[in-house]
């Protein structure tokens, strides 16, 4: 699973070096990509901490479920048990 994650990272990371590198050759820049869509870094700012205000406590919520439950799983099924 790391593994397919890596290489997730890794292809979205040269995608977008590639996409960067042909906005800048057009010389489009950040700002005006943020102009156009109406945005300011302070706005952008606003909105990462409005969601991470919002994120953050449903993340904490979730995990005092799924973690109890996991580790009552990786209990009774410890890694690397065979399943036959």
Known sequence: MFSRLTHTLIK????????????????LTTDQLM?????????????????????LPNVLLGALIIVPVWFL?????????SRD
């Not at 979205?12 to 010389?27: E, N």
């Not at 102009?35 to 994120?55: F, H, I, M, N, V």
């Not at 799983?73 to 048990?81: A, I, R």
Request: proline share 7%; aromatic share 10%; net charge negative.
């Open 73 to 81: 799983f990786y209990l009774f099924h410890p890694p690397g048990e």
């Open 12 to 27: 979205v990371l040269v995608a977008s070096l590639i996409v960067g590198t042909i906005l800048a050759h057009f010389g």
């Open 35 to 55: 102009q156009a869509t109406g945005l300011s870094p302070a706005r952008l700012t606003d909105l990462a901490r409005e969601g991470l205000a919002w994120a």
